[in-house]
């Protein structure tokens, strides 16, 4: 079974949503994905429901899971409109409270087949999250994208495509659509423009 997996930041710029969205998507149509997991915790991760409960309008049948980092009975959860169920992982009663929400994104790195991610800081539980899903993406267990990480690897892109047709791989960050990697470069290109007429 197909699930994808969002992490990202709590301060997650709303700009993310058009991107969050195509991304969905794309893995409904292209990937096959039917089951999303998210998280509850900022701004990120209301973005990525509120694309996977838009995206269930047009294609019946997906599944959008909110994932739980402390056992319900502790922490009461009432479900959010546009979800389906929740998920608490098997054998987070053991593990500290302080480190639930890191163990429980652990965990879904590990079961999932994708991972949509919005990653910008350099210090974060998101980023550590994402280091480990790119190690498994390099053994071929999960495929990782990135929306955040692409301007900061500029310098090294390397072109994938021979093996993800229209992708491109930016190290460390993953991959990410090689015609929207065009555009934002079009984009970067202006803004400089602009800066240096000014």
Avoid at 55 to 81: D, F, N, Q
Wanted: proline share 6%.
């Amino acid at each position: 079974m197909n699930t994808c997996f969002f992490i990202g930041h709590r301060d997650a710029p709303d700009k993310v949503l058009p991107l969050l969205e195509e991304e969905v998507e794309r893995h409904i149509t292209a990937y096959g994905v039917r089951d999303f997991v998210v998280g509850r915790y900022g701004n990120f991760d209301a973005l990525a429901a509120h694309a996977v409960v838009c995206a269930k309008e047009r294609h019946p049948g997906i599944r959008l899971t909110m994932l739980l980092p402390y056992h319900p009975a502790e922490r009461p959860v009432s479900l959010p409109k546009g979800f389906d169920d929740t998920f608490y992982p098997p054998g987070m009663e053991r593990v500290p409270r302080r480190v639930a929400i890191v163990r429980a994104n652990q965990y879904m790195v590990e079961h999932s087949t994708y991972l949509i991610a919005y990653v910008s800081h350099p210090s974060s539980g998101s980023r550590e999250v994402l280091e480990e899903a790119l190690r498994r993406q390099r053994r071929g267990l999960i495929h990782v994208i990135n929306l955040a990480g692409w301007y900061r690897t500029i310098r090294n892109l390397k072109d994938c495509r021979g093996g993800y047709n229209n992708w491109i791989c930016l190290g460390e960050f993953g991959t990410m659509p090689y015609e929207r990697l065009l555009e934002q470069l079009g984009a970067l290109r202006k803004d400089h423009a602009c800066d240096r007429a000014a």
